[in-house]
């Protein structure tokens, strides 16, 4: 049987949401909710967004005691303690690139984001758009490092993650 191209099942995005204190990995299906928040615009700052990943790991990234942990779901809210989203299958990989293709002006930078320095190449939307208006932004080649005495989560390597601007304490190009 031939499908059209509408019909074709939407494919499975695994990843990782970077919070304030945990590493949470898990799945789910693309949604118009994560679309906005990577496209950017003005659509992001009218509702409050939140992204369910399903059978989940959970890791503390700083001096916790909280032990790894398995849940069914997980739910986080974007403009709370999100710092980032980090794909981490092919599906998630492409799909996040073209949503937040189009960014013109790349730069390599230190981020200051809660209790994380991340080291990554910037790619900020074209001097004809707002800056204010991309609460997300893709950096690639990126290392996390969380600043806590006895942090789990130091030298964390991505090939690619989106980063909430909302969080950002600072930053300063290398």
Known sequence: ???S???????PWVLQLLTLNYLIEGSMLPNGEVSTLLAGGPHYYESRYVTTLTNVKVQATGNHTTQDFFAPEWTVE??????GLIPRNEACTQDMLKLTQGKKLVFRAVIYAGPYVIRATLEQPAPTHAFET???MPAKDAQIDCQLPGARLVGFRVPLM?????????????
């Open 162 to 174: 989106v980063v909430n601007r909302e969080l950002w304490q600072g930053y300063y190009p290398e």
């Open 78 to 83: 974007h403009r709370g303690g999100l710092v």
């Open 134 to 136: 991309y609460a997300f």
């Open 5 to 11: 191209k509408s019909s074709t099942p939407t494919q």
């Open 1 to 3: 049987m031939l499908r």
